[in-house]
């Protein structure tokens, strides 16, 4: 097999400004410097004319392209602008009367970009390496996903009525490219990271070179997330309703490896109001520094958290953003919960209308303007508030990296990270 070649879109706008710099070519004739392309009446307008599409192919492997203005963080507490500077081609396309930039590269490079968007460029070895090869797996294992849907065309299993919706969030959202550039596939935020660690960097991905891992003849779905809280999840409680044997519900631990059954709400109660040991329960800086980015580090506690409504900001914030009139809220009562504790399904009750909704992921953007750190959380009511207590960053299934940062810091190699979170699993080279 060769190394195969990934789309990547990386911003959508009515209008993109972005810089070529070295040679490409765009239909014949070499393109550099500063340009901008428009959204018009479904085409995309540049250079005085209207294309269906636009493919600036780089030539060199130093050419570069930088996008201004790309949006990361989208619908998160950290969203901000920035410019970033990428490596390979750049293609615009039209999607919902807007423009889509496309970055076109190789797995490898890719990976490079990746790896330091996700962390920081000097965290161990061990860890670059253990991301390496899940980075590559994960979007190797979603290509080859697609390509099964487009032959099977296998809907979603939503359920949406008028008193209960369950949906999940993943990366079949994007039908005109492999993978997104932000945080709802994986990030991917350019070389601009890469800076004097560069080779750092480039060792742990050369190393893995196509190292991937796998499970009964399938490259793995390599999940990941920020912290698990001191339990991982199943994956059937973040997506759909099917086993995955190296998604599993597992215990952050070295030593104690039972997890009590946080199914139930006593347990799960009980568990995000202790706090048991577990890899990913660290306030060490140097260790957090490697898996938290400047604006992650605005997030100061994760391993357990606690948020704080009065009832008619909770009731505001319900109505915007599920964008139904529940009225007064009056309840938020748990329904069912995953192996780690993380709600799968929450009731929400108001003074005009209940409703049950879930996944984990749709709990967490309910109760949040952007989004909830986790579904693992107990609701607190008194008279004027609901107060959240909660456990852990992210949907909580696969790697959690701040555990891993923990690991490779304590000395484990990166195949014993990746054989702890991926239970069942084999490294395997397949390029």
């Not at 161990?124 to 190797?140: D, F, G, M, P, Q």
Request: aromatic letters at 10%.
């Amino acid at each position: 097999m060769k190394e195969p070649k990934v789309s990547v879109g990386i911003m959508f706008s009515k209008s993109i400004r972005f810089k070529l710099t070295g040679a490409f070519v765009m239909d014949g004739h070499t393109v550099s410097g500063e340009q901008t392309v428009s959204y018009d009446d479904g085409k995309i307008a540049w250079n005085g004319q209207l294309h269906d599409e636009l493919l600036f192919d780089s030539q060199h492997d130093d050419d570069l392209f930088s996008l201004h203005d790309v949006v990361i963080g989208i619908n998160f507490h950290w969203e901000r602008k920035e410019d970033q500077t990428f490596q390979g081609s750049l293609k615009f396309i039209v999607e919902e009367e807007q423009l889509t930039a496309v970055n076109l590269i190789g797995v490898e490079d890719y990976l490079t970009s990746v790896i330091t968007s996700e962390m920081r460029a000097l965290s161990s070895k061990a860890l670059l390496e253990a991301h390496a090869v899940i980075s590559r797996s994960w979007l190797l294992a979603q290509i080859e996903k697609q390509q099964r849907l487009e032959t099977t065309k296998q809907e979603p299993g939503f359920t949406i009525t008028d008193d209960k919706k369950i949906v999940w969030y993943d990366r079949e959202d994007h039908v005109n490219f492999d993978v997104c550039a932000d945080d709802h596939c994986q990030r991917y935020q350019g070389v601009g990271r890469l800076h004097d660690n560069y080779e750092h960097v480039k060792t742990a991905i050369d190393e893995t070179r196509g190292q991937v891992l796998y499970h009964d003849n399938q490259i793995a779905d390599a999940r990941f997330y920020k912290c698990c809280g001191g339990a991982l999840e199943e994956f059937s409680s973040c997506w759909e309703d099917k086993d995955v044997p190296y998604l599993v519900g597992l215990r952050d631990d070295d030593k104690e490896k039972d997890l009590p059954n946080l199914t139930q709400e006593a347990e799960a109660v009980q568990w995000i109001q202790s706090r048991p040991a577990a890899f990913c329960d660290t306030t060490d800086p140097a260790i957090l520094s490697q898996v938290l980015n400047n604006y992650d580090q605005e997030t100061e506690d994760f391993y357990r958290w606690q948020v704080e409504y009065g009832v008619e900001e909770l009731s505001a914030l319900i109505r915007e953003r599920s964008g139904v009139d529940f009225g007064t809220i009056q309840e938020l009562i748990p329904v069912r919960r995953g192996v780690s504790a993380r709600l799968i399904e929450l009731k929400i009750v108001g003074s005009k209308k209940t409703m049950i909704i879930g996944k984990e992921l749709e709990i967490r953007r309910t109760l949040s303007k952007s989004h909830l750190y986790s579904s693992a959380f107990y609701v607190e009511k008194q008279d004027d508030k609901f107060i959240l207590h909660g456990a852990g960053w992210g949907h909580g299934a696969g790697l959690c990296q701040i555990g891993a940062a923990v690991m490779g810091d304590k000395g484990y190699a990166y195949d014993e990270i990746l054989y702890h979170y991926y239970p069942e699993t084999i490294i395997k080279k397949i390029y």
